[in-house]
């Protein structure tokens, strides 16, 4: 039996312009009807969580109340792709997000909450977040904002994101005068690659 091989995709790299668009279109999106196992609530954050720290969206959705570490002001990613912890840290605006949407988590009434091991983004009805919920919060954003989707895992994806912020990182690095050589293994080290 052959398997079946998908074309390649190429990654969209978001502008800042189309970040700073999908962030106001994450802010502005509101439910039609109740639904206690929504996650739109917790849709602007991670979205700004993917693309501040580079995580994967499996990695965001796994991270516990214990692996945000404010004192410290970093993300300890324990389950990541590869099998291997690392430490991502939080800019000023990242912790000012997540310290918001912990204010409004710890108003629902689900038991233990803030238990530590439990984990960081929930659904009102305390369940852990589901990545095809992600997926299509972000479609929706994507089309509020004005960029086509072209489905069939063609994107823009969410794990592209995680691309912009390399390439963002890489610009930064080189308008600082960084030397690219040096500086791309760090950051391929600190996206969790071997």
Sequence with gaps: ????IRPS????IFSTRE????????????LHDKHMSTILFIVPIIIRLLYATGLRISE?????????DFNRRCLCVRKSK????????????LEDVLKQYLHYKGRMPIPRINDTNGYFFV??????????????????ALALS?????????????????HTFAVHSLVQMAK???????????????LGHK
């Design 1 to 4: 039996m052959s398997r079946q």
């Design 123 to 140: 659904s009102p009805n305390g369940t852990n977040c589901r990545q095809g919920s992600v997926y299509n919060w972000f479609r929706k």
């Design 82 to 93: 590869n099998g291997e912890e690392r430490i991502a840290p939080m800019s000023d605006a």
């Design 60 to 68: 965001a959705l796994a991270l516990k109340n214990k692996d945000v």
């Design 9 to 12: 995709h190429t990654p969209h």
């Design 176 to 190: 600082s005068g960084l030397d690219l050589y040096y500086s791309l293994p760090l950051l391929s080290t600190y």
């Design 19 to 30: 970040i700073a668009d999908i962030f106001k279109a994450s802010d502005n999106m509101r």
């Design 146 to 162: 004005g960029i086509p989707h072209t489905g069939n895992h063609q994107g823009p994806r969410v794990h592209d994101l995680r």
